[in-house]
């Protein structure tokens, strides 16, 4: 069993900054591809942002130039960098992390339960 939880959501006001982590802990072998997405109220999920094993990165455009992804690959955690944010940034931010449980398994995604950012004067 793999556990992923999130934390450092909040309330924040517009223009402020907050950082995002996500741990994943259990039977794990080998971490692929790590990725924040969102939903806002009545909206879809979104990917916001995504790095790779090798610390590529890609971001949705609404995003690019404020929010950074990161990982630390011995912690096994990955985190969500975000400035200037805005009211339209608000959401349910949800981590997903391609775990392998053994050396002859594949990756299986694994999501965790999700944290509020609530951005507002």
């Known amino acids: 069993q793999v556990q992923v939880v999130e934390s450092g959501g909040g309330l924040v006001q517009p223009g402020g900054s907050l950082r995002l982590s996500c741990a994943a802990s259990?039977?794990?072998?080998?971490?692929?591809?790590m990725a924040w997405y969102r939903q806002a109220p009545g909206k879809e999920r979104e990917l916001v942002a995504r790095?790779?094993?090798?610390?590529?990165?890609n971001y949705v455009d609404s995003v690019k130039g404020r929010f950074t992804i990161s990982r630390d690959n011995a912690k096994n955690t990955v985190f969500l960098h975000m400035n200037s944010l805005k009211p339209e940034d608000t959401a349910v931010y949800y981590c997903n992390v391609a775990v392998a449980g053994s050396w002859w398994s594949g990756y299986v995604e694994v999501w965790g339960q999700g944290t509020l950012v609530t951005v507002s004067s």
């Open positions: 259990g039977s794990i072998f080998s971490i692929g591809a």
């Open positions: 790095i790779t094993s090798g610390d590529r990165t």
